[in-house]
Antibody, heavy 115, light 107 residues
Framework: QIQLVQSGPELKKPGESVKISCKAS????????MHWVKQAPGKGLKWMGW????????TYADDFKGRFVFSLEASASTANLQISNLKNEDTATYFC????????WGQGVMVTVSS | DIQMTQSPSLLSASVGDRVTINCKAS??????LNWYQQKLGEAPKLLIY???NLQTGIPSRFSGSGSGTDYTLTISSLQPEDFGTYFC?????????FGGGTKLELK
């Protein structure tokens, strides 16, 4: 069956970096783009952008340009999200989701940024 | 960016009730509207895609309708497992945008 399994929770200090992974199984990884979605505590969902899993080309929503990097380990059917120079407002759960339709989602990774 | 205004933000209902949740887009989204259910601590689950297409495995009591800027999710007979938060999402234009959510709670 189709699954997206994300890495575990992270606790970081402001200014540090974090890398979150999303491992896909049950389908051909390069057939579907991988999207990323942010959910701050108690808040709604915000679409961050996506990566073309065939070409590796990322596309970022305006609020996520600069410190956010989408990447792939295609041989491992894995998409990654790296956030650098972490800020308190990056505290959130980050989800990967297959395709723009979001038909399958990872379980989410809670990233806590605190001094 | 397209703004998605979802209403109501809070809905109290009983098992067996028929409920509707609305989403209004700031411009025409050509039926590229999905509905998700999210329970506490879980990932969103796709219920309806492209306005009125039921995702595989989702019970038929869920249905969607709409066109242009106005869209509706209907649950025909509320079941205990339906309580949670519902979000709409437009993917007609980049960037995709979500509604603010509707928390469906037990009356």
């Amino acid at each position: 069956q189709i699954q997206l399994v994300q890495s575990g929770p992270e606790l970081k200090k402001p200014g540090e970096s974090v890398k979150i992974s999303c491992k896909a199984s049950g389908y051909t990884f390069t057939d579907y783009a991988m999207h990323w979605v942010k959910q701050a505590p108690g808040k709604g969902l915000k679409w961050m952008g996506w990566i073309n899993t065939y070409t590796g080309k990322p596309t970022y929503a305006d609020d996520f340009k600069g410190r956010f990097v989408f990447s792939l380990e295609a041989s491992a059917s894995t998409a990654n999200l790296q956030i650098s120079n972490l800020k308190n407002e990056d505290t959130a759960t980050y989800f990967c989701a297959r395709d723009y339709s979001g038909d399958y989602w990872g379980q989410g990774v809670m990233v806590t940024v605190s001094s | 960016d397209i703004q998605m205004t979802q209403s109501p933000s809070l809905l109290s209902a009983s098992v067996g009730d028929r409920v509707t949740i609305n989403c209004k887009a700031s411009q025409n989204i050509n039926k590229y509207l999905n509905w998700y259910q999210q329970k506490l601590g879980e990932a969103p689950k796709l219920l309806i895609y492209n306005t009125n297409n039921l995702q595989t495995g989702i019970p038929s009591r869920f249905s969607g309708s709409g066109s242009g800027t106005d869209y509706t999710l209907t649950i025909s007979s509320l079941q205990p497992e339906d309580f949670g938060t519902y979000f709409c999402f437009q993917h007609n234009s980049w960037p995709g945008t979500f509604g603010g959510g509707t928390k469906l709670e037990l009356k």
